[in-house]
């Protein structure tokens, strides 16, 4: 991997495994929303045209400018909000933890992490005909800390990413060796 540290916390020895974001899908859902959104005024303004007499006022032009101006700055804004929380959410699976690195807002992030060898389960969860089709859903990891459950939340290929957490999990507690056999005790 090219990356010599890539979230705040990383240990010197500590190896990236596996970096995750929101499955596309998610993204492309907001991106189709967005532009809805854009293009409904022009289909309002064009209706408004054809079916009233209200536009062939300049007033009524110029207030009409103005809140669509408004409108556009507001929906700008918004989408720039929602893809930063879509690119800036990230789980990272290392050697040595697994860390959640979450954005809240514009101005706040959260960063948690655990080690592997508090993991106690870890479940896969796919549920409807879109994210089945797509291969995304959600990874529950159950652990004995503070707090009992971390979720990545809509990512791709759930399954995979639990047999890799199981696998680091059971090499970290000594019952696989690094080639991935079962160890005689």
Sequence with gaps: ?????????????????????????????????YFILILLPFVLKGIIINYTVLFESEVVSVVFGLFLSLYYFFIITLFFRAWLDYYLDIWIITSERVVNVEQKNLFSRRIASFRLYRIQDVTADVKGILPTFFHYGNVHIQTAGAKQEFIFKQISDPYTVTKILIKLVNWKKGILNKQGVLQNN
């Design 1 to 33: 991997m090219p990356y010599s540290t890539l979230f705040p916390g990383q240990e010197p020895n500590e190896k990236i495994i596996k970096l995750m974001r929101r499955h596309w899908w998610i993204l492309f859902k907001t991106i189709f929303l």
